[in-house]
């Protein structure tokens, strides 16, 4: 028994580390976002794409990924998922080499879709890995670690990516044909070193995880677990997808134009790097929330917080909307830490009480994170006609949605179409 418990002990920190590599790729986006926006002379909108790609692929690629892990398992799932984002973060080296921001695009695609089989295979594993009452807290601690990753991202990827201060419009219409050419290669030639290193990781930590003997964890019982139709014919689930849309979309959005908002003379005036660093803010606010959410709920109803969390941000974001300078800056940075306790509070409400169609509502609102490639792009178009400040109006819609799904949309009514086989009882480790 405690040969087990220590075996346990020793993949759950392997594990872990899983989440915090796909929270440090993520959220190096809102750097990447940016640099290539200057190197490719991108208005708001194309620049968006890169995160459309990015999330398009949890889309995309949920079912495939499921099927993946149903048929190879935890473990090779994990494998194939890290072989995967360590390819697409190679792909990088020529994307810069060539320059082509499509294939930029692409490989931000197969980056995302290896993090999606990692977030498919990963989650349930956790939940799984010991005994299933303390599963709740086992992936806290894993989010937590997802949430360090966010945090550490955007400011070591200001020091390695945006470390060149990017010229302007004026000055790069200055410049000779030849030498605007020879400046835009070396700007995107910028972000291989760090994408190579970032593949090396990922592929190392597949050989660690390929010799780890992890503990085999059985999977879901066979059996009707039901249809899509039939989950979404379920309204606070039907409301909890959408909910996860607008949360994933705001949080998303906002984190994309942080950089390119904080550069503005009318907000903080900083340089591409300054504003960076800044934006680590954003991130490590939601990792201090979790834990202050998490004591929170022992004592207030989870729907209850949620709304107030909402409400919170909504009114942080009107604030920055309605000033400038640092009172801007800074309401738009504290929404991080009201976003803490959104997606596995929604996703929680969303899945309670749903029974053998609990599978089913799961993957219905993993495929919702897409809300985090539409989102951000609807706001770039926002942006370009509106400007950049108005623009922040979208999240703030979001956000008031958010609050209506925990005060009233999460509650389950007598008139709810739950499913016959309807089960009080807390999730089995292979459901959570």
Not at 168 to 186: F, H, N, R, V
Not at 252 to 261: H, K, Q, T
Not at 381 to 390: E, F, K, R, T
Request: proline residues 3%; charged residues 10%.
């Amino acid at each position: 028994m405690q040969q087990k418990q220590t075996n346990n002990q020793l993949a759950l920190a392997v594990i872990t580390a899983l989440f915090f590599m796909w929270g440090f790729l993520t959220s190096l986006n809102d750097i990447l976002i940016p640099h290539l926006k200057a190197v490719f002379e991108l208005n708001y909108t194309q620049s968006m794409l890169i995160q459309f790609t990015f999330f398009s692929a949890y889309f995309i690629m949920s079912m495939p990924s499921g099927k993946i892990v149903s048929s190879f398992g935890f473990k090779r799932g994990i494998i194939i998922g890290l072989v995967v984002s360590g390819i697409g973060a190679l792909m990088f080296y020529p994307a810069a080499a060539l320059p082509s921001y499509g294939l930029f695009l692409t490989a931000l695609f197969v980056l995302a879709s290896g993090i999606t089989l990692l977030q498919v295979a990963a989650n349930p594993y956790v939940a799984a890995l010991g005994n299933p009452d303390t599963s709740s807290s086992r992936l806290n601690l894993a989010q937590a670690f997802n949430s360090l990753g966010t945090t550490i991202a955007p400011y070591l990827g200001g020091l390695l990516i945006l470390a060149i201060a990017v010229k302007g419009a004026d000055q790069l219409a200055a410049m000779e044909p030849s030498a605007l050419a020879a400046y835009k290669t070396a700007e995107a030639q910028s972000v291989q070193m760090p994408y190579i290193g970032l593949a090396a990781i990922l592929f190392l930590l597949a050989g660690v995880i390929s010799w780890f003997n992890l503990p085999k964890i059985s999977n879901e019982e066979d059996g009707d677990h039901g249809t899509f139709m039939g989950a979404l014919k379920v309204r606070h689930l039907r409301l909890g997808v959408v909910g996860i849309f607008v949360y994933v979309g705001a949080e998303v959005a906002i984190g994309s134009f942080l950089v390119s908002y904080m550069s503005q003379d009318f907000i903080a005036g900083f340089s591409e790097a300054q504003a960076a660093k800044y934006v680590s803010y954003y991130w490590g606010g939601a990792m201090i929330g979790r834990f202050i959410g998490s004591a929170l709920m022992q004592k207030i109803d989870a729907g209850k917080l949620l709304g107030i969390f909402s409400i919170v941000a909504a009114l942080l974001v009107g604030t920055s909307i309605l000033t400038t300078g640092h009172i801007a800056m800074w309401a738009i940075l504290s929404v991080g830490l009201f976003n803490s306790i959104m997606f596995p509070t929604i996703f929680t409400l969303g899945i309670k009480k749903m029974g053998r169609l609990t599978g089913r509502a799961s993957s219905l609102l993993v495929m919702a994170i897409v809300g985090g490639a539409l989102i951000p792009v609807l706001q770039g178009v926002l942006a370009d006609n509106i400007g950049i400040h108005l623009a922040f109006f979208l999240p703030l819609l979001c956000y008031l949605y958010i609050a209506y799904y925990g005060f009233a949309g999460s509650r389950i009514s007598t008139d709810d179409d739950l499913p016959a086989q309807v089960s009080d009882t807390e999730l089995s480790p292979a459901e959570a």
